[in-house]
Antibody
Framework: EVQLVESGGGLEQPGRSLRLSCTGSGFTFGDYAMSWFRQAPGKGLEWVGFIRSETSGGTTEYAASLKGRFTISRDDSRTIAYLQMNSLKTEDTAVYYC???????????????WGQGTLVSVSS | IQLTQSPSSLSASVGDRVTITCRASQGVSSYLAWYQQKPGKAPKLLIYGASILQSGVPSRFSGSGSGTDFTLTISSLQPEDFATYSCLQLSTYPYTFGQGTRLEIK
């Protein structure tokens, strides 16, 4: 059974950093891209970015508004994808989801399995 | 690319046929997916490639369209289908979602 479990969320002050983890199981983690999404309270879904599999180059794509503050990485030996969030702002408050992606060197076809999400609250 | 869903909310009864529309501000070919989300839960993939039914999703769900105009149809609403539905374009970065359509019980 494919499972994705996010961790690392919590309350953090503006300007600080936080690293989220997404641990995958039940599938060959290294064969898939891993993406992050977020959803602010009462709002719609927002794509954060993704990292391709190493066989597709291991490259990353980000939402332009977040590029430079957020960084996605992966450790296939531990089946974990990371979202490093720096210079946090109050508007980064959201539930953050990771998802498995069917992505090539070009684009992605879909994100099929999602984790349950982890809440990040940014407040002084 | 902006995705505009209509309607934003919809009231319907069990057994009804429901159609939700997603319009893109520019062409996305068939790089469009539909997700269902229930309160406090993660999104669930229903349709990708505009019309390909994800494995395990009931056949009452169907998708159509290409370019800028897409539809999600539920042929006969079941109690478990009351949720929020969102479209996602995967044609151009940044990937973007529609604002969501909340489907409520009449």
């Amino acid at each position: 059974e494919v499972q994705l479990v996010e961790s690392g969320g919590g309350l953090e002050q503006p300007g600080r950093s936080l690293r989220l983890s997404c641990t995958g199981s039940g599938f060959t983690f290294g064969d898939y891209a891993m993406s992050w999404f977020r959803q602010a309270p009462g709002k719609g879904l927002e794509w954060v970015g993704f990292i391709r599999s190493e066989t597709s180059g291991g490259t990353t794509e980000y939402a332009a508004s977040l590029k430079g503050r957020f960084t996605i990485s992966r450790d296939d030996s531990r089946t974990i994808a990371y979202l490093q969030m720096n210079s946090l702002k109050t508007e980064d408050t959201a539930v953050y989801y990771c998802a498995r992606g069917d992505c090539s060197v070009g684009s992605c076809d879909q994100f099929d399995y999602w984790g349950q999400g982890t809440l990040v609250s940014v407040s002084s | 690319i902006q995705l505009t869903q209509s309607p934003s909310s919809l009231s319907a009864s069990v057994g009804d046929r429901v159609t939700i529309t997603c319009r893109a501000s520019q062409g996305v070919s068939s790089y469009l997916a539909w997700y269902q989300q229930k309160p406090g839960k993660a999104p669930k993939l229903l349709i990708y490639g505009a019309s390909i039914l994800q494995s395990g999703v009931p056949s009452r769900f169907s998708g159509s369209g290409s370019g800028t105009d897409f539809t999600l149809t539920i042929s006969s609403l079941q109690p478990e289908d009351f949720a929020t539905y969102s479209c996602l374009q995967l044609s151009t970065y940044p990937y973007t979602f529609g604002q969501g359509t909340r489907l409520e019980i009449k």
